[in-house]
């Protein structure tokens, strides 16, 4: 049951996921508050939420039945370890920049509607001291460094798997993210 469950949301995953891969580009390099910007930024905040649930489903499976999920391995506290828990870790992780990005851009104007209480578990600390729009970046390019990190480090295992744990692999989505973190908070304060 959990492995058939397993297969199934993994097929899921790697489709929602590879939509969020392609289409966080549009937005990234789109006129900002354009069509284009707006159109396939929620596309890929969406595709994100739903890869981010199915991550959720996939590391259960993982952290129930480790090594009937994951076949190549016969270490089961290893796989629960990178494969359940790292797993949980990303997909949580990756669901609370993409919903928080959404409302920074969804309430920018209404900063009370974000003070519900899930957000203000996930972001007082940043919601007392931000901006929406340098927020509303952070989030979502935040999203695209976690989808990118989880595909280059899970997917390698199966595509690659001598690339699996090289640590340029694991760094490079978080080196290019912050880089256009970097240079659109730039652009956004010297707007102002």
Known sequence: ?????????????IVTGSVGLICIWVPIVSRKGGVNHKRWGKVFAYSMLLTGGLAIGISLCTLAAPLETHEFSDDAAFVRGIFGWMMLYLAIMTIMLAWYGLLCIRNRRR????????????????????????????????????????????????????????????AAPTVLGVSLLLYHQFRITAQR
């Open 111 to 170: 900063h009370q509607r974000n003070r519900n209480p899930l957000n203000l578990v996930l972001q007082l600390a940043t919601f007392a001291a931000a901006e929406w729009l340098i927020q509303h970046t952070r989030g979502l390019v935040g999203a695209g460094i976690s989808v990118y990190t989880a595909f280059l480090a899970f997917g390698a295992v199966n595509l690659l798997p001598a690339y699996a744990f090289n640590p340029f692999v694991w």
């Open 1 to 13: 049951m959990a492995v058939t469950l397993f297969h199934q949301l993994v097929i899921a995953h």
